[in-house]
């Protein structure tokens, strides 16, 4: 599977969650924000890593890496997900692929179910899984 979006791509918060969007707005306007790349979603929920992960990760150095979350739905002007969703840290490249897996998880967790519900007023729904990986 193909489709890490490098730092410079991820402008638009619907494809890539709101934190990379803005991290990457950060970059365009100046500011030094850690170097990134976003895993999809789609990628994240494969068993298979993701094509071109280990050039990605080449990119950013020799690590060691955290691994954060950045889903479309994490952080809005109604409600933030803050602390919520995994991160890991101290995450050396080989590991990156496992890592990104259980920060994807996380967001399917009773936590953030709970947090939706009780934010919608209702059935809670669960986010689209942007994994972007920066040291």
């Known amino acids: 599977m193909s489709g890490i979006i490098a730092q410079e791509a991820a402008q638009d ?5 709101g934190k990379a969007a803005s991290l990457a707005q950060l970059a365009k306007l100046g500011f030094n924000p850690p170097t990134f790349f976003v895993i999809p979603a789609s990628a994240c929920a494969g068993s298979e890593p993701i094509t071109g992960l280990t050039a990605a990760l080449r990119s950013l150095g020799t690590g060691p890496f955290a691994v954060r979350s950045s889903a479309k739905s994490e952080d809005g002007a109604e409600h933030s997900h803050a602390g919520q969703f995994d991160t890991v840290l ?8 496992q890592a990104a897996q259980q920060v994807y ?14 934010k919608s007023g209702g059935g809670g729904r669960r986010a689209r899984r942007h994994c972007p990986t920066h040291d």
């Open 13 to 17: 918060a619907q494809q890539v969650g």
């Open 105 to 118: 998880q996380s967001g399917f967790g009773d936590t953030v179910a709970t947090y939706r519900q009780l």
């Open 90 to 97: 101290n995450v050396a490249a080989a590991d990156v692929w």
